[in-house]
Nanobody, 113 residues
Framework: QVQLVESGGGLVQAGGSLTLSCTGS??????MGWFRQAPGKQRELVAT???????NYADSVKGRFTVSRDNAKNTVYLQMNSLKPEDTAVYYC?????????WGQGTQVTVSS
């Protein structure tokens, strides 16, 4: 059974930093990444990374967020710097296998102004 377990969310002041982690189990994952959903808004892509470390970022986070992964640990990370109040959202880990796509339970990130 595939599971994704996230950690690292919390409350931070604007300009601060947080690092999210997501560890998967039960399969080998192709692309892993992060999405977020703010209240009243649709879930949106934040950043993804392939097994070969090709990355993709939303324009809104380029230059501030860095996605990375450790294939041996089945873990994807999101280093978030220069956080803004508009980054406040529930952040969801996503991981794709050759058969399906899976989601973590979500972790809250709140950035105060």
């Amino acid at each position: 059974q595939v599971q994704l377990v996230e950690s690292g969310g919390g409350l931070v002041q604007a300009g601060g930093s947080l690092t999210l982690s997501c560890t998967g189990s039960g399969s080998i994952f192709r692309t892993m990444g992060w999405f977020r959903q703010a209240p009243g808004k649709q879930r949106e892509l934040v950043a993804t990374i392939t097994r070969g470390s090709t990355t993709n970022y939303a324009d809104s986070v380029k230059g501030r967020f860095t996605v990375s992964r450790d294939n041996a640990k089945n873990t994807v990370y999101l280093q978030m710097n220069s956080l803004k109040p508009e980054d406040t959202a529930v952040y969801y880990c996503n991981a794709d296998t050759w058969e399906s796509s899976y989601w973590g339970q979500g972790t809250q990130v709140t950035v105060s102004s």
